[in-house]
């Protein structure tokens, strides 16, 4: 698999899967808002729109580790554990922002990020991104 093909199965893997996200998050903010009102949807919509960005991170590192590991060398894990650190930070500091900050419903919050990042893991697994090999 050449580079740029191995860039454009990233990135089609990665809208496929925030796509899976979009529509578990567009569930749970107006689950939220029916059963608790507006604020309470505002801030499930929040808690799932950090777990998107999250993986739009996570698709943009996973692609730079592709082009360092197609150059050879060990650069493409480097590019990979330092995300994974910005991803730890960023959903502390945007989770305690929301909570602290901007006063979100907590419950709200953390149950729309939670069903999102399930998106994720639901997105990966209906694209065959989760995988590796041949299925028998």
């Given amino acids: 698999m050449s580079q740029n093909a191995l860039t454009q199965a990233v990135s089609s893997g990665a809208r496929a899967v925030i796509a899976a996200q979009a529509v578990i998050l ?3 903010v107006l689950g939220w ?3 608790a009102g507006t604020w309470a949807g505002l801030a499930a919509g929040y808690g799932g729109l950090v ?3 999250l993986a739009w991170l996570l ?3 996973v692609a730079r580790a ?3 590991a197609w150059q050879g060398g060990s650069r493409g894990m480097l590019i990979l554990f ?3 650190a910005q991803r730890f930070m960023l959903v502390l500091v945007l989770l ?9 419903h907590a419950l709200a919050t953390i149950t729309g990020f939670g069903l999102t990042q399930l998106g994720y893991l639901i997105g990966m697994r209906t694209t065959g991104s989760g995988h590796r090999g ?3």
């Fill in 26 to 28: 567009l569930a749970s």
């Fill in 33 to 35: 808002f029916a059963l």
């Fill in 51 to 53: 777990a998107i960005l």
């Fill in 59 to 61: 698709s943009r590192r």
């Fill in 66 to 68: 592709g082009e360092a």
């Fill in 82 to 84: 330092a995300g994974l």
């Fill in 96 to 104: 305690g922002v929301g909570l602290a900050a901007f006063k979100l």
């Fill in 134 to 136: 041949s299925q028998p």
